[in-house]
T-cell receptor, first 115, second 113 residues
Framework: EPEVTQTPSHQVTQMGQEVILRCVPI?????FYWYRQILGQKVEFLVSFYNNEISEKSEIFDDQFSVERPDGSNFTLKIRSTKLEDSAMYFC?????????????FGEGSWLTVV | GENVEQHPSTLSVQEGDSAVIKCTYS??????FPWYKQELGKRPQLIID?????GEKKDQRIAVTLNKTAKHFSLHITETQPEDSAVYFCAAPTSSGTYKYIFGTGTRLKVLA
């Protein structure tokens, strides 16, 4: 069964550094998402992406964050000037088409620790 | 915007007993409701979902019920087993935009052997 894959599975970074989290969505999917989950809390929406541009973003997704799909397969989340409070699990997700009845498929997550 | 409330936040049951987790959503146009099980350090795994054209769906020991009038849906786990211990999240898609999921706050279920 096709899966959303994410790398790295875990990254430790110094405060103030930039990190890039990578995702390969399921191949025929068109809509991509990033979610964040701080330890012990709920899963929070960050951004959705379609047709090479951001479709929606949450209040969390400020100028510190950016997304792109550089090569037609990878979907990346860049976090600049990381802060301690950016430590969280970041989940990439995708869905095949835009319908509220479609399941969103989640990757295994990238655990980011900012020290 | 869509808001999803989930109760209880923690639930302990004896092995073999049933567990019920409830969620309430705010967007009356929402029409799809998934439930996820998340084990520590892992991604949320879809365990069951229901669409708004049915009131109940069952898959072995797991069932979900939906009350559209009251805007709430519930997860029922019967004959609980220790491996059911996890955090369970409900979710509802927004009815516009990219139908992103709004997640509930999660229920930590502990099944006591």
């Amino acid at each position: 069964e096709p899966e959303v894959t994410q790398t790295p599975s875990h990254q430790v970074t110094q405060m103030g550094q930039e990190v890039i989290l990578r995702c390969v969505p399921i191949s025929n999917h068109l809509y991509f998402y990033w979610y964040r989950q701080i330890l012990g809390q709920k899963v929070e929406f960050l951004v959705s992406f379609y047709n090479n541009e951001i479709s929606e973003k949450s209040e969390i997704f400020d100028d510190q964050f950016s997304v792109e799909r550089p090569d037609g397969s990878n979907f990346t989340l860049k976090i600049r000037s990381t802060k301690l409070e950016d430590s969280a699990m970041y989940f990439c997700a995708s869905r095949p088409q835009l319908s509220s009845g479609n399941t969103i498929y989640f990757g295994e997550g990238s655990w980011l620790t900012v020290v | 915007g869509e808001n999803v409330e989930q109760h209880p936040s923690t639930l302990s049951v004896q092995e073999g007993d049933s567990a019920v987790i409830k969620c309430t959503y705010s967007d009356s146009a929402s029409n799809y409701f998934p439930w996820y099980k998340q084990e520590l350090g892992k991604r949320p795994q879809l365990i069951i979902d229901i669409r708004s054209n049915v009131g109940e769906k069952k898959d072995q020991r797991i069932a979900v019920t939906l009350n559209k009038t009251a805007k709430h849906f519930s997860l029922h786990i019967t004959e609980t087993q220790p491996e059911d211990s996890a955090v369970y999240f409900c979710a509802a898609p927004t009815s516009s935009g990219t139908y992103k999921y709004i997640f509930g706050t999660g229920t930590r279920l502990k099944v006591l052997a």
